[in-house]
């Protein structure tokens, strides 16, 4: 079966190509990053990332068939975002793929963007075992899952506040270090000592096991002597590096209670900041026995892509092919994707 994966939920433009049953293989994907365009804002704009997608994602599709030698009749399903995200942005990709389903007869399905961040890592892995915990840590997302099968999914931890990713887009934008804040962190950390300053681990005064990252973002910018620092000097480096040693630190702990919690098989981390080289240091030092394994996406399935939206998109016909999302719309998302009862829709 080949299927066609589109990927609109933000800053990212994706089409991708794939082959599912006999073989199993990513065909091509074509990625058109806003990144520049959004830049010198320090953040992602909501109306130049829609008017982009829609610049743009017909040309993407174009090309991923002129790579793969395909025409549309060999398209057999066509898989789409349909949240969560930007709603702008959301409906380029979904008018896009009902556009192509509608006019070529081709089998439709919307998959959860946060849960194909989840699949991600089954695309090199297919062999990944339930009972799993998955850690999804982007901009946008920083929540933990505990999954007894595949599409049945229960919350054990989210955060309450920033996602990790958004907090250090927040300190590099406060330092005006550029945007996004993630890559350049990771690329600063290495050169200082984590032990130079101490941050305080967040605890829910509800006693909820959920996630908080602001407390960690107003703490580095409002360090006492960050007013006065030179971004090139050493006490900025040990800053970063304490700073980022200390937000793993926090996501690996959250990880392994649960798996102490839920006795599971597998763990597995995976959104655009599992592309950090630290995390994925200290989470792959942590799980190297065969008790409980770890799976980490290839890091070009890390940000959003739609090679994961494909992927998913695939699993969910195979799982539940009577349903046709052609008629979805975006107003029916609050009563989709993760319900009270953990099912996947």
């Excluded at 293989?25 to 953040?43: C, F, M, N, T």
């Excluded at 007869?105 to 297919?126: M, R």
């Excluded at 940000?303 to 195979?318: C, F, I, K, P, R």
């Amino acid at each position: 079966m080949i299927v066609m994966g589109i990927e609109s939920s933000c800053d990212e433009t994706a089409v991708a190509l794939i082959e599912r049953g006999e073989n199993n293989r990513v065909l091509d994907e074509q990625i058109k990053s806003q990144i520049p365009l959004h830049a010198i804002y320090g953040g992602v704009v909501p109306e130049i990332a829609s008017r982009s997608h829609y610049e743009t994602i017909d040309y993407l599709a174009k090309e991923a068939l002129q790579k793969t030698g395909l025409t549309v009749k060999d398209i057999d399903l066509v898989s789409f975002t349909r949240g969560p995200g930007l709603i702008g942005s959301l409906l380029v990709g979904l008018s896009f793929a009902k556009g192509l389903s509608y006019t070529h007869k081709i089998p439709l399905v919307g998959v959860d963007h946060i849960y194909a961040h989840i699949e991600s890592a089954f695309i090199d892995n297919p062999g990944i075992e339930y009972p799993l915990i998955a850690l999804v840590v982007s901009g946008g997302h920083t929540t933990l899952f505990y999954l007894p099968n595949k599409f049945e999914a229960r919350v054990v931890a989210k955060t309450r506040d920033d996602a990790v990713g958004e907090i250090m887009d927040k300190i590099a934008k406060f330092f005006g270090l550029g945007y996004p804040g993630g890559p350049i962190l990771d690329k600063l950390h290495p050169g200082g000592d984590p032990r130079r300053y101490s941050f305080t681990k967040p605890r829910m005064s509800d006693g909820s096991n959920d996630f908080s990252f602001s407390g960690y973002k107003t703490a580095v910018i409002r360090h006492p002597e960050a007013a006065n620092m030179d971004t090139d000097s050493r006490d900025f480096t040990d800053l970063v590096a304490s700073f980022m040693h200390s937000v793993t630190d926090y996501m690996l702990a959250k990880t392994l209670e649960g798996v102490e919690e839920y006795g599971v098989k597998s763990v597995l981390v995976a959104g655009g900041v599992s592309r950090n080289t630290l995390l994925r240091e200290k989470f792959s030092r942590t799980f190297d026995g065969d008790k409980v394994k770890l799976y980490l996406p290839k890091p070009r399935y890390c940000t959003d892509n739609a090679s994961m939206v494909a992927w998913l998109g695939y699993e969910t016909h195979q799982a539940y092919p009577e349903r046709d999302y052609f008629d979805y719309s975006l107003n029916s998302y609050s009563r989709a994707g993760f319900r009270d009862k953990g099912k996947f829709r």
